[in-house]
Nanobody, 118 residues
């Protein structure tokens, strides 16, 4: 029904930047709350950043001040700008969408590897 396609992952040096994009198919993006999650080897999946339908944002303490989540409803895309990357940011990153008005569905994009290493 709704496909989330993630791009922008890769390898970057410590202190560098990456921008992840998550593009949603369909016509309901404006009704979705979106979020970015990550999972490092041997660790549980954790929430990184979230953005509501109206643009309100929340961040994990570990990324606050370094990462920025944003959305462009005209493009049905959510972004995660990652600056000042650290080796501990290395993880598989996932894009998530949910429908807060109905709580009827949750959508996940494919994982994309982000590796921060020198």
């Amino acid at each position: 029904q709704v496909q989330l396609v993630v791009s922008g992952g890769g390898l970057v040096q410590p202190g560098g930047s990456l921008r992840l994009s998550c593009a949603a198919s369909g016509s309901i993006f404006r009704f979705l709350a979106m979020g970015w999650y990550r999972q490092a080897p041997g660790k549980e999946r954790e929430s990184v950043a979230n953005i509501t339908m109206t643009g309100k944002t929340n961040y994990a303490d570990s990324v606050k001040g370094r990462f920025t989540i944003s959305r462009d409803n005209a493009k049905s895309t959510v972004y995660l700008q990652m600056n000042s990357l650290k080796p501990e940011d290395t993880a598989v990153y996932y894009c998530k969408g949910n429908r807060p008005l109905t709580q009827a569905a949750t959508y996940w994009g494919q994982g994309t590897q982000v590796t921060v290493s020198s």
